[in-house]
């Protein structure tokens, strides 16, 4: 199996379904023609789909998103892609109000995806480095993913593209060309709503998504010299939430870490934290801990953003913390 | 004014030539349409007074010629994204009185199964996209239907209709802009009825007619008597057919008046009776019947007769939804999610 | 003192800061002349202080949040009027982006209000009923109260209107005319950031806001027969939130449950109840509960709309089961 | 195509005469601050290739003239929007190069303390608004300084600059037309550069001039050589003029082109070559030295020598940037909240 680049296993899976299903199509800004979008990742569908099916765009993200829906609710799959997540602001109205709804009140079917790239770490600042997933969360009728390696970027993808509802695609730009794994040619399906446990340990349980993923890995391989024994469970989906995974985990380890770069008031931590505590309540060993962003924008000089974002140093004391609870 | 390109006003005189294309028998049908709406309407007005309706009403008194004659052009494989004051479209395109009752009664065989209330409905079978409140949003879905038409090379059209208080959105310029530039089957039908809920137009807007506002996109704009529902037939047929041939968009604007309140609870005591009056003779409806009785195409008494049986119809109609189910509490959990 | 409904208590705030302050200004579709409103809340406003401190704006609700981004970067005190909170998501990129980031970013200060009638109860289905609070307590640099009473209501606009930051003043639709308390004449603050004992209560903790205070209030006083002591804790302010406050009442207590009629996937209830059991884990009796609507639009009919909303029979049943724990 | 009414053309000729209101002095300092941006621009491209500066680098190589021109027609309690490509507008302002460069090295004592990078910055004092990524976000801002202007009954204005792409969004529109139906004193200066990122205008819309939208909103619109900078100068200085008077808003629209790639880390290899070639023979600073030479303002000599001052500031504010510390990292968690 062929190792491949996290943004190539994203570029992948759109192709094999475009050469699969006539109705896959591509919209955004800069993403056609020889282009091929801002981080490259559609270079070379024009040449290969047509003008057609690779559709640069105004500057226009509202009508991106309104017109994927059009296009969605016609029998199309769109993948509309947003130039960074920060613009994803744009849409908001056509996706919580549109897209996310139509379905319910009408019966509306909307399959449709939008790929958003988001994240820091890359010295970017406010504008191009935020993580919008919780509003999406929060909205009804929304499915939202958030892969962290490249088998599972491929694989959300592709189910994500087969899904017939609305799907926020949380593609996280530090991983880009940082993280390369095993990816089958040929798709395959991660299925959305399920959770992976991406490291097996016993005494803290570290439930996060996306780079933060890395992060906790780090952690546990680290803690492990130190005779602690961390679990990393990936979320991968947040909307649906693998609530069984979450629940099932709590319960055997007992001590909890929810682990995200996103900003910390109702995130997506905060609610797996109260899944646990409602649900899991007498399993638990000690407090639930939430290792977050703090709620400031992302700020862009070094310094700051280096202490903004989760790191390993302190995700690894806060595992000995808990730990030592 | 110096003339705008692309620009065609047709908004002087009542129309009093058959548009090609239309049957005797289309007339009938647009004139029973116009009235559906209408006596729905005023049955609906009724039934809120009475504390029976649920929920706001929207009526589209006044609006009836837009609404139908818009609607008429459109052939069963179009999309039509209607408003608030299009229910006499909803009609053309099929949908019936039975099933418009149970909406407006929140009745689990509505449309919308009780989830959405009055003219907040669609129907996916015949292509009436549910109606979103958030003005203007209904247009980059019409051009995203017309987007997969194009990508499909099926000769459709998506037809949308917006208010001119509509007109101050993004979403406008946003849909507007793309669909030009990317040459798309839409057609956007404006029903300037002057004021958007208690905002004059020239609180809105520092020009006279939004159909102007088409020299911004390059595309055709449309100027027409919203009151006269051959006249709206006309050009929206003449940009149906544009759109079908790949010639892109078309923004149309019906000048009309909202001649009662934004919704049942407004007195509409912000608008001069004058000019409420000055509309009021301008009835498309019965401008409407007046040509056709002269042309021979209806009588009076066919008229009459054509009513009464809209009437027994709403009779009908309101009578099985008001014993129609309503749906179960924890209905409101199912149908989030498409399988 | 005169008893004023919730309504008027807005009105009266806004009147009589106007009347104090020449740089508040109020602007939105519809509030001007004669009209003064969809809820005819600034009714009288235009005669009084003129048509250039009581704006008619075209339907651009970017446009106005993003307009008095300007006004009060100018050194005004604009308030702006939503006509329904549901149509902010056609504002959010403007509060999100630009009013929450001003000032971290470079020092701009933006002192307004967005005044949001938001919340079900009233039959106007999933365009005209929902609540949106929680997106922007996760957005950092805005601040967002909601009112349950009419004293409240006008402190807390009072606050939000001299604050010097971004506040979103939620006002529930459904109290409008159903709640009448005690209101001083003459301006008064209710302090942002300070929640509010409704009814003390020893055995079971409700934290809420919104209408759900007068739920909660009902259960209260239905269980008192039961002999269940019951608090009722009314958050009033959501951004910044009394945690204080919060974790000394469930320390007392020690069994919360968190109330609210937004959505629950990442709400204000999945952050408090994160809070707590973070920081007072140690006096938690039995888990917490949230008890808030379903992750759906808020549904039309009436029988699918009672269902959707929390209410005082099934507030009661949580508060017995939680109490029998 | 038919003339369209109040709008303007003043682009094909370079201009050669002083427009009125501009001293020798000022000449010279246009000249300076355009130099400013260039010399920093190069500078940074040079640090850039380094690795020297941190995060992305835009430039407005051959925008100089926009930048400058247009806010030169200020005064100090104008307010000011800019965007990425117009560093020299700051300079006019009153920005130093010291302070500039310690914002591109995300220092603490930088205008936006290292919270935001390269051009997204501001100055409260200056009273030039932080640049905002979203583009057009800053339209509805700049008409909002210019409401509060007309609240207070100052006869301020309020500038902002945008670019081709941005007149997709739809916050373009929205401020366009609540500033013309309120009659707000704001001047929007639209550099089309011929490119959003890699989409050409042809991709982005379906007209010839931007400047034509004013037609929408009952504006008067200006189309103008973007690379001369004193006829930016004199559009600018007549709407502003307008916008004090109290007749309202002014939409420019500046030709030029980008002739670099949309950041340093793009090669514009999608722009024909022949196209970046044609616009570097009008480069905005040669043309406008050429023109200061002929009318004896400057010399070769003189040019020289400004060329070399302001390179030494720029060693000076890079050095100084290099050494002046970085935030603390906690100080992430301040400012979010005034007080
Ligand atoms: C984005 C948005 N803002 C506000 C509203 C509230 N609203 C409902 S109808 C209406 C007036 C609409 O005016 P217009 O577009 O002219 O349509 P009309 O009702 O006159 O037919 C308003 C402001 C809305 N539905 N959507
Ligand atoms: C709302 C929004 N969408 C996308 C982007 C990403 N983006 C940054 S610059 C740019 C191109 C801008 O083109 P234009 O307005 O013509 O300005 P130019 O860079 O050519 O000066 C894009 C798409 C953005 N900043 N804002
Ligand atoms: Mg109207
Ligand atoms: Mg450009």
Redesign the pocket.
């Known amino acids: 199996m062929a190792e491949l680049l996290y943004v190539d296993a994203i570029s992948q899976a759109m192709w094999e379904e475009m050469e699969r299903d006539p109705s896959v199509f591509i919209l955004g ?1 800069d993403v056609a023609h020889e282009f091929g979008g801002a981080f490259k990742i559609t270079k070379g569908f024009s040449k290969k789909f047509g003008d057609d099916r690779v559709i640069n765009t105004p ?1 226009s ?1 509202s009508a991106i998103v309104g017109s994927s829906v059009g296009a969605a609710l016609e029998g199309l799959r769109p993948i509309a892609e947003m ?2 997540s920060s ?1 994803i602001s ?1 849409g908001f109205d056509q996706l919580v109000n549109v897209a996310g709804k139509a379905y319910y009140r009408w019966g509306g079917k909307v399959p449709m995806v939008v790929r958003a790239p988001y994240g820091g770490g890359i010295h970017s600042g406010p504008f191009h480095s935020s993580c919008e997933e919780a509003y999406f969360v929060h909205t009804p009728g929304l499915k939202v993913v958030a892969p962290s390696t490249a088998y599972d970027a491929k694989g959300l993808l592709i189910a994500s593209i087969r899904d017939n509802n609305p799907v926020i695609y949380f593609e996280h730009k530090y991983l880009y060309r940082r993280i390369r794994d095993e990816v089958p040619e040929g798709p395959y399906v991660v299925p959305l709503g399920k959770a992976d446990i991406k490291r097996p340990g016993d005494d803290v349980l570290v439930i996060t998504y996306g780079a933060m993923v890395h992060v906790a890995l780090e952690s546990a391989a680290k803690l492990e010299e130190e005779g602690i024994s961390v679990e990393v469970l990936d979320l991968r989906s947040l909307c649906p939430l693998d609530t069984e995974m979450i629940l099932e985990e709590t319960s055997k380890i007992g001590k909890v870490i929810v682990l995200h770069e996103a900003n910390r008031s109702c995130g997506v931590g905060a609610e797996v934290s109260s899944i646990i505590s409602e649900e899991a309540f007498r399993y638990l060993e000690a407090p639930i801990v939430r290792l977050t962003a703090p709620d400031t924008p992302v700020p862009f000089s070094t310094p700051l953003e280096n202490y903004y974002l989760p790191d390993e140093p302190r995700v690894s004391q806060a595992i000995r913390d808990l730990f030592d609870y | 004014m110096a003339e705008l390109p692309n620009i065609t006003r047709v908004d002087e005189a009542y129309t009093t030539e058959i548009p090609q294309g239309l049957s005797e028998a289309d007339l009938v049908l647009i004139h029973k349409y116009m009235k559906m709406q209408r006596l729905y309407e005023e049955r609906v007005i009724k039934l809120y007074r009475q504390g029976r309706a649920v929920g706001a009403v929207y009526t589209g008194i006044g609006h009836e010629a837009i609404a139908v004659g818009a609607a008429f052009t459109l052939e069963k494989e179009d999309v039509m994204c209607a408003m608030h004051r299009d229910l006499g479209s909803h009609f053309v395109r099929g949908m019936t009185l039975k099933r418009v009752a149970l909406q407006y009664y929140g009745r689990k065989e509505g449309p919308t199964q009780g989830r959405d209330g009055n003219m907040h409905f669609g129907d996916y079978q015949l292509k009436n996209y549910g109606m979103v409140s958030m003005l203007a949003d209904n247009m980059p879905v019409a051009a995203g239907a017309a987007l997969a038409f194009k990508i499909r090379k099926e000769q459709n059209v998506a037809l949308a209709y917006i208010g001119d208080g509509t007109a101050s959105r993004g979403d406008f310029h946003e849909a507007l802009n793309f669909a030009s530039v990317r040459n798309l089957g839409a057609v956007y039908i404006c029903e300037n009825n002057q004021f958007a809920y208690s905002t004059p137009l020239s609180e809105q807007m520092n020009i006279d007619d939004i159909g102007i506002r088409a020299v911004a996109y390059g595309i055709p704009g449309v100027i027409v008597d919203g009151n006269d529902v051959l006249a709206v037939y006309k050009v929206t047929q003449e940009a149906v057919d544009r759109a079908r041939k790949g010639e892109g968009p078309t923004l149309i604007e019906c000048k009309t008046m909202r001649v009662r309140g934004h919704s049942e609870h407004d007195d509409a005591s912000y608008v001069p009776k004058e000019l409420i009056e000055h509309w009021l003779k301008k009835d498309p409806i019965e401008q409407y019947e007046k040509l056709l009785i002269e042309k021979q195409i209806l009588s009076e008494q066919k008229i009459q007769e054509v009513e009464a049986s809209i009437n027994q119809e709403i009779d009908e109609a309101i009578d099985y939804a008001e014993k129609a189910p309503l749906p179960e509490g924890p209905e409101a959990l199912e149908g989030v999610f498409a399988d």
Do not use: G
């Open positions: 800004e500057i993200e130039q960074f613009f744009c």
